[in-house]
C-alpha cells in the first residue's frame, strides 16, 4: 500500500531557529503534495499544497517566507519553519496525492505528523 | 459555504458493539466525494472509506461502513464490532468537485472504546 514518511517525528528547538521536516513518498510517485497544521484538539488546516517543479500554493494567510516550501524530486517535499517561535509550536503533517485518483475520488494517504516544539 | 459538520466531540462504546459517527455536510456541488479518517494519538491520518455523490451504493471496507444519504446530506461512519484499537479520533471529509484538491475536514469525534 502507499505509504507518506515524515522526518523527523519530534523536534525541539530553540526560538530563532530553523527547521526542517521531510515529507516523502516511499512507493510511489506524489507530483502534489500536501502540508497541513493541526493544533490540539483541533482538525487540520491546509497550509499549501506543494507541487513538484514548481513554487506552492500557499493557504490565504499563511506566510510564505516562514513557512518555505520546495518540492524538488517526484517523491520528496521538505517544510522549512525559518526563525521559528514559540507560537510555531504545532504538529504538522503531510499527505500525499494517491496515483490513480483524481477529481473528488482523489484521495491523500497521510504521513505520521511531525510535532514541533520551540522553546 | 462547503462544510462538514460532525455534531459528537466524543463517544464511549462498548468493546464488540457497533457505533456510528455522525457527518453532515453541505455543498452546492453536484460532485464530491466524502471520505472517512482515523487518527489515532500517534498522529497519523489514516484512510478509512470513500463515497462518491453519484454511487448508488454505500461505500464498505471490512468493519467500515459508509452510510450515505444524498437527500439528507449525511455520510456517517458505521463500525461494526468494535474493537480497543479502534480508540481514536475519527475526521470526516469532503472534496467538492469546484476545489477537489482540497480536502475539507469536520471537526471530528473522538471514539473511545470500552473493554
Known amino acids: 500500500g502507499a505509504v507518506v514518511s515524515q522526518h523527523p517525528s519530534w523536534v525541539i528547538c530553540k526560538s530563532g531557529t530553523s527547521v526542517k521536516i521531510e515529507c516523502r513518498s516511499l512507493?510511489?510517485?506524489?507530483?502534489?503534495m500536501f502540508w497541513y497544521r493541526q493544533f490540539p484538539k483541533q482538525s487540520l488546516m491546509l497550509m499549501a499544497t506543494?507541487?513538484?517543479?514548481?513554487?506552492?500554493?500557499?493557504e490565504q494567510g499563511v506566510e510564505k517566507d516562514k513557512f518555505l516550501i520546495n518540492h524538488a524530486s517526484l517523491t520528496l517535499s521538505t517544510l522549512t519553519v525559518t526563525s521559528a517561535h514559540p507560537e510555531d509550536s504545532s504538529f504538522y503533517i503531510c499527505?500525499?496525492?494517491?496515483?490513480?485518483?483524481?477529481?473528488?475520488?482523489?484521495?491523500?494517504?497521510f504521513g505520521p505528523g511531525t510535532r514541533l516544539l520551540v522553546l | 459555504a462547503q462544510k462538514i459538520t460532525q455534531t459528537q466531540p466524543g463517544m464511549f462504546v462498548q468493546e464488540k458493539e457497533a457505533v456510528t459517527l455522525d457527518c453532515t455536510y453541505d455543498?452546492?456541488?453536484?460532485?464530491?466525494?466524502l471520505f472517512w479518517y482515523k487518527q489515532p494519538s500517534s498522529g497519523e491520518m489514516i484512510f478509512l472509506i470513500y463515497?462518491?455523490?453519484?454511487?448508488?451504493q454505500n461505500a464498505t471496507e471490512g468493519r467500515y461502513s459508509l452510510n450515505f444519504q444524498k437527500a439528507r446530506k449525511s455520510a456517517n461512519l458505521v463500525i461494526s464490532a468494535s474493537q480497543l484499537g479502534d480508540s481514536a479520533m475519527y475526521f470526516c471529509?469532503?472534496?467538492?468537485?469546484?476545489?477537489?484538491?482540497?480536502?475539507?475536514f469536520g471537526s471530528g469525534t473522538r471514539l473511545s472504546i470500552r473493554p
Open positions: 499527505s500525499a496525492r494517491l496515483p490513480g485518483t483524481s477529481g473528488v475520488a482523489e484521495t491523500q494517504y
Open positions: 512507493d510511489f510517485q506524489a507530483t502534489t
Open positions: 506543494s507541487n513538484e517543479g514548481s513554487k506552492a500554493t500557499y
Open positions: 455543498t452546492s456541488d453536484q460532485s464530491y466525494g
Open positions: 463515497q462518491g455523490s453519484y454511487d448508488e
Open positions: 471529509a469532503m472534496t467538492p468537485y469546484s476545489s477537489a484538491s482540497k480536502i475539507i
